[in-house]
């Protein structure tokens, strides 16, 4: 590297050694692990395309669009909805995995990014109330109004709710790691699996619901031990693609077989029918093996691109505002009654990709736009809050600590 270069480099610049042209922060990041991301948000966007399609909305006035799967079927296209409804837990899965694989080396958690994360989600919030309670002359539910205020609070979207909590923590899980020997975290995380993964997982087949206080937080914990041992413990098997591959066939084909089975239970015994959906919401052991090892197959991927690490650095604002609560609401169902009464169900699944496609996209163009009008302002204004939040904690810290 030339001397220019160098010094640079020194003062925290980066320079492509072929042609000594500035590196963004986007060229300079692997993209293979970014690409899965953009994967996992679009299988959301298509589980939230479906959810919509398939749900009666009791907050708009219509409901011709509604296409039914909650009963066993023999339709395949039925079917196939169904299954379509278990990529958003899918999606969720990876994203965690994605940022377990990096939190188990994390020492402590920044207090600036939690309060970026939290004003950049609530500011978001607030835009799209505003926009909808104009557009919508103010007929809003109140709980929505809520909601939309305290978005992070009521967990309008769950799982930043849970990710903020998690990444608040994770430093003491490391610190409970680093206390186990091999031996010792094997038998925890096969008794938690065993206990929330399986014996749970049966459960929410048959009954519904879940056992052992399950929780996401929870079971996030129960994956990020697993996600630890492997990364620590089992590095042949994370780079081992063959092996991956064949994990990932298995335990793709165990899952449709899984769904498979309980709508077959449906269509013989009265009792079943309807459970086809039961574990759309529930964490399932194929679902985490099939994001585990993905996500090792996708890490061997060594190459960079600056649109996909962009694309993938708004993952978090495309997930808050196509899945914002007001929008879900009021207006996802008016697109499928528009589709319904002008063009019919004909090509529905085509449909179904259609919609999720301009759904993502759009949102993609709105997280862009946001970020470029309103990304430093939020930096600012996160670092100010911040510090006032920290000023405040140190004068009840120090009249906490006076107390003998």
Same mark, same amino acid.
């Given at each position: ?129 505003? #926009?909808? @309670? !104009? ?8 709980? =929505?109004? *809520?909601?939309? /205020?305290?978005?992070? %609070? ?44 399986? #014996?749970? @997982? !049966? ?8 056992? =052992?206080? *399950?929780?996401? /937080?929870?079971?996030? %914990? ?183």
């Amino acid at each position: 590297m030339p001397k220019t270069l160098d010094i640079a480099a020194q003062e925290g610049l980066h320079f492509d050694r072929r042609t000594a042209r500035p590196l963004t922060k986007y060229s300079r990041r692997e993209s293979g692990i970014e690409l899965l991301k953009i994967i996992a948000i679009f299988a959301i966007v298509i589980s939230h395309t479906v959810q919509t399609l398939t749900s009666k909305n009791k907050y708009v006035g219509f409901s011709d669009y509604v296409f039914d799967i909650s009963h066993s079927t023999t339709d395949p296209l039925t079917f196939v909805f169904m299954l379509l409804r278990y990529l958003g837990q899918f999606g969720n899965i990876v994203f965690f995995i994605c940022s377990a694989w990096f939190l188990v080396d994390s020492s402590k958690s920044s207090g600036k990014k939690v309060v970026n994360l939290i004003f950049e989600i609530w500011s978001v919030s607030i835009i799209i109330l505003v #926009i909808t @309670y !104009a557009l919508l002359d103010g007929n809003i539910s109140k709980n =929505f109004i *809520a909601d939309s /205020l305290f978005p992070t %609070s009521r967990a309008s979207n769950w799982y930043m709710t849970c990710y903020i909590l998690f990444y608040l923590i994770h430093p003491l899980l490391n610190k409970a790691i680093d206390c186990l020997t091999q031996k010792k975290q094997l038998l925890f995380i096969t008794v938690a699996c065993f206990l929330y993964f399986g #014996i749970g @997982y !049966a459960n929410a087949v048959i009954f519904g619901g879940t056992l =052992f206080f *399950a929780s996401a /937080l929870i079971q996030w %914990s129960v994956i990020y031990f697993t996600v630890s041992y492997i990364k620590k413990y089992t590095p042949q098997f994370c780079e081992n693609i063959k092996a991956n591959f064949a994990l990932l066939f298995l335990a793709g084909a165990g899952h449709i077989f899984v769904v498979f089975a309980i709508n077959v239970l449906g269509l013989k015994i009265s009792a079943m029918d309807g459970k086809t959906l039961n574990l759309v919401d529930v964490i399932g052991p194929f679902l985490i093996i099939i994001a585990i090892t993905l996500f090792n197959i996708f890490r061997k991927l060594k190459f960079k691109n600056i649109m996909i690490n962009y694309v993938s650095s708004l993952s978090m604002l495309i997930y808050i505002i196509h899945e914002n609560i007001l929008l879900r609401t009021y207006f996802r169902p008016r697109i499928w009654q528009y589709i319904f009464l002008n063009y019919g169900y004909t090509h529905l699944l085509l449909w179904v990709f259609a919609v999720a496609l301009a759904i993502f996209v759009c949102s993609f163009a709105v997280s862009s736009l946001y970020r470029l009008l309103f990304g430093k302002l939020n930096a600012v204004i996160s670092n100010k809050l911040y510090n006032i939040i920290e000023s405040v904690y140190r004068k009840y810290e120090a009249v906490i600590l006076k107390i003998k």
